[in-house]
C-alpha cells in the first residue's frame, strides 16, 4: 500500500507500493532521506520547489509547472509506474498559466494535490473520477480559506480530504484546518504519515 508522509506546508513525499518515491512541493519539514523517482513542482514560488532538499534516482525526473504546462497545454506523464494528470490551478496570488495542480494514479488510488489555488472550474468535472484523496489549501491569504475549500472538497467529492497550506508562516495552523468541513477529512500534522 502506498504511504504519504506530510512534511508540512504544501510539501509530501509519497512511497508506493513497489517503492518508487514521489516528492510533491519540496520545500517544508524533514523526510528528504529516499532518494526520489519522481518531483512535481506545482508552481515556482520559493515555498514550493526546493530542489536543494531532494536526491534524484539515476534515472529520477523532475517535472516543473512550466514542463507540464509546456506549449500552454496540460500534459500527462507516466513515470516508475504512476500515472501524472496535470489539471488547473491560480488565483489572484497565483498566475494560471505558471501554476498547475496534478493527480496522481498509482497502486489503484489517485491522489490530487491541488497546489496553490482557490476554486477552479474544473473542480466541478472531478466528482465522476471518484478521486480517494485531496489535497487543498485552506490558509486565507495567498490562498481559498476554509469555507472555500469546503464547497471545492464538497464539489470534488473526494474520499478524503486532508487541508495543507494552512498558514502563511508555514507553521501547521489546526484551527484553520479544523475549519475545513466536508465528509472525509483528514487532519495531519507536519511529519505525520498515513496509508493510502
Known amino acids: 500500500m502506498a504511504t504519504l508522509l506530510f512534511q508540512g506546508h504544501a510539501s509530501c513525499r509519497i512511497t508506493t507500493r513497489a517503492g518508487a518515491v514521489i516528492y510533491i512541493d519540496p520545500f517544508a519539514g524533514e523526510g528528504y532521506d529516499l532518494p526520489a523517482d519522481l518531483v512535481l513542482v506545482t508552481?515556482?514560488?520559493?515555498?514550493?520547489?526546493?530542489?536543494?532538499?531532494?536526491?534524484l534516482k539515476p534515472d529520477g525526473v523532475v517535472i516543473r509547472s512550466a514542463d507540464a504546462l509546456a506549449g500552454g497545454?496540460?500534459?500527462?506523464?507516466?513515470v516508475a509506474g504512476v500515472h501524472i494528470q496535470t489539471v488547473p490551478?491560480?488565483?489572484?496570488?497565483?498566475?494560471?498559466?505558471?501554476?498547475?495542480?496534478?493527480?496522481?494514479?498509482?497502486?489503484?488510488?489517485?491522489?490530487?494535490h491541488a497546489g496553490d489555488t482557490s476554486t477552479m472550474p474544473h473542480m466541478s468535472v472531478l466528482a465522476p473520477r471518484k478521486l480517494d484523496w485531496v489535497l487543498l489549501p485552506v490558509d486565507g491569504v495567498y490562498n481559498m480559506d476554509p469555507a472555500e475549500a469546503s464547497t471545492c472538497a464538497k464539489r470534488i467529492s473526494g474520499k478524503h480530504t486532508i487541508p495543507i497550506h494552512t498558514d502563511p508562516s508555514y507553521q501547521y495552523n489546526r484551527t484553520q484546518a479544523d475549519r475545513l468541513s466536508c465528509s472525509g477529512k483528514v487532519l495531519l500534522e507536519h511529519g505525520q504519515s498515513i496509508e493510502l
Do not use: W
Not at 496570488?93 to 494514479?105: A, F, M, R, S
Open 43 to 55: 508552481h515556482e514560488h520559493g515555498d514550493h520547489n526546493d530542489l536543494s532538499k531532494v536526491t
Open 73 to 78: 497545454q496540460y500534459h500527462n506523464f507516466d
Open 89 to 112: 490551478a491560480g488565483n489572484r496570488n497565483h498566475d494560471p498559466k505558471e501554476c498547475v495542480g496534478y493527480i496522481l494514479t498509482m497502486d489503484g488510488i489517485t491522489l490530487y
